[in-house]
């Protein structure tokens, strides 16, 4: 019996969590297990009721769960608030309490959706999968930063910072990745300029010598910015730090043209794992049934494969996913010309009958 | 009388660099005006020369001068030296002792080579015009940095460092361009998480309140590398940070598909600038004739416009670049179906022909 905590958060994030749970429901039918789920406030409704976007209770619950749910945090009610009172704050502190150093996001352009990339389509190909690993729990999200007076204002001040051991251990999530994917591994860093990535680069190329048959390419941030739009098929696994796998992995997502559609795992050593869409809290169209639960939906797939080695529960989900989508529902965000447009819960029950 | 120093640099610096200095001779002749151009030891060149990439000898003449022409540095010849040695040190004290701290991307998708994009038309529509403007003398890039020895490896950091007037001019120089532009900045920071980008961001606020014609929008950087793809033309003036504008600026000049024709100018309070193609050195083609002249060309139009205040003549070299690429002459970086393929030579000369 695994626990579950579940955060749905701000926005749509209620909603579509809602549906990732009635799939999940239909996984314990199917598979005869029993999955012990329990919601708990965090985010910007954390901070409403408790004036803490991770108050203790969650945490609580969050470090004693084998997986955390999460849906999606912020919106405009609390960008007035300061830096360490903001939803993400809640989000750094709960990423950082899990320990869940290793952030995976698949951007995966799905076959029935090959159109809705931005890119022209002798550069999709036959579709994208890049696999983005960014560290979570390090670099300048977490080193110190402070301000201080000066005669003429201020100066303030972040700190980009990584160990050896913060880089071989996701070096080695890179990498072990990789072996059951294309083989390749991209490390990215900006090593013409910053000694961090200096210490990057050389301790990639230390772990890369434990994996004979991985080939491994450094590449600068700049020009990974330009060749993901370039050639994107020439990816497999991109490693690359907090920062800038914040802004590579985004960009990834939106080559494929369907961030609606994107999951993503964040995991440590033993099994434990935070899984949420990649998308937003969206706070224009929550409560209107508009959102797209099946980011929501595909971030349990993953769940089940790297907290529960249930693969065959998680295949079952990402293929039932893809022959709703064979058989013509949309969601609005992807809606295209001749389908057939169905709300956020419609697209739940969907998925769940196809399992 | 204006003084040029001239650093070809490395790989195909040179030979772009050759054809840009026709054209500005063209100038001379059409102007009656008289340049004063001298050519300096820069990059691994100059590493080769003296060991190091900006020599005393160039140091000096630099800071003599009225405008710098740069072609392009670096290769895999010096990229095994250590970090200070290098040809990238060389341009980040090139841009320090100037104290160029506002650098100007322009992302512009010529007419006539709309369909390089990698994008779809229907993104691109009728063309793109975005303009970066990158703080060059700050931030990471000269921050303080270093690594110390652990029980395990090492820690390395890398300081994000800001100060109010270094935002302040910055943001000036964005509002300026964009008051004879579209009226649109868009400030791009983590201010979510960094406390460098808060300051960022509330620096922004108060420039803005003397420009009350131009809109102000706030996005952050994750957010910035979707918009890019997803929706380019909503932009018109992009402000950021040096790390941040180093990234975003590259991804904008991929979206125009042809990197090969951009130009960029790093500016100071009084005129003298730094002028340099957003592309590189490209070793591999180097010596081939194969290198696109144009983007350097189309930086001594920005340096004409910029330093010289001789806006006619700048418009004369951009006017003679649209008229070469209309009657269909491409290089090979931009050639496509039913064009005429010329070399680096040919296009300069073609170009001197239309002015
Ligand atoms: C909300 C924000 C703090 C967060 C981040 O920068 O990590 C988000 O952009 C993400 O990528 O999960
Ligand atoms: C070569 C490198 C140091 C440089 C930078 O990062 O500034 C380059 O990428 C650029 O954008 O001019």
Redesign the pocket.
């Known amino acids: 019996m695994y626990k579950i905590a579940v955060l749905p958060g701000d926005g749509i994030g209620p909603e579509v969590v809602n549906e990732a749970l009635k799939v999940l429901n239909a996984i314990e039918r199917k598979y005869g297990v029993d999955f012990e789920t329990a919601i708990y406030p965090f985010g910007g409704i954390a901070i409403d009721k408790t004036g803490d976007p991770y108050p203790a209770e969650t945490q609580e619950a969050c470090l004693k769960s084998d997986a955390v749910l999460l849906g999606a945090?912020?919106g405009p009610k609390w960008d007035a608030l300061p830096g360490s009172k903001r939803?993400?704050a809640g989000?750094?502190a709960l990423?950082k309490s899990l320990n869940v150093y290793a952030?995976l996001r698949p951007a995966i352009l799905y076959e029935p959706l090959k159109n809705a990339s931005p890119l022209k389509a002798e550069i999709v190909g036959d579709g994208l999968d890049v696999l983005v690993v960014?560290e979570?729990t390090g670099g300048i999200?977490f080193g110190t930063r402070g301000r201080e007076k000066t005669d003429t204002g201020y100066k303030a001040y972040d700190t980009e910072i990584y160990s050896t051991e913060e880089i071989k251990r996701i070096a080695k999530v890179a990498f072990d990745a990789a072996m059951k994917r294309k083989k390749k591994v991209t490390s990215v860093d900006k090593a013409n300029i910053l000694e961090s990535s200096r210490l990057w680069r050389e301790t990639v190329e230390e772990v890369a010598k434990d994996y004979p048959e991985v080939t491994l390419e450094h590449m600068y941030v700049d020009n990974a910015s330009m060749q993901l739009i370039k050639n994107p098929r020439q990816f497999d696994v991109i490693v690359t730090s907090?920062m800038f796998g914040?802004i590579l992995?985004?960009e990834a997502s939106m080559l494929t043209g369907s961030i609606g559609m994107l999951p993503?795992a964040s995991l440590r050593d033993d099994r434990v794992g935070l899984y949420?869409p990649?998308h937003?809290s969206a706070p224009d169209i929550a409560g209107t049934k508009k959102a797209n639960p099946l980011a929501t939906i595909l971030s349990v797939a993953m769940m089940l494969r790297y907290s529960f080695d249930m693969e065959d529960a998680a295949r079952d989900i990402e293929d039932a996913v893809l022959s709703v989508l064979k058989k013509g529902y949309r969601t609005q965000d992807i809606m295209q010309d001749g389908m057939i447009l169905v709300n956020t819960v419609e697209m739940g029950d969907l998925v769940v009958e196809e399992i």
């Open positions: 945090v912020g939803p993400e989000l750094l990423r952030n960014r979570l999200y907090n914040d992995s985004d993503s949420e990649v937003g």
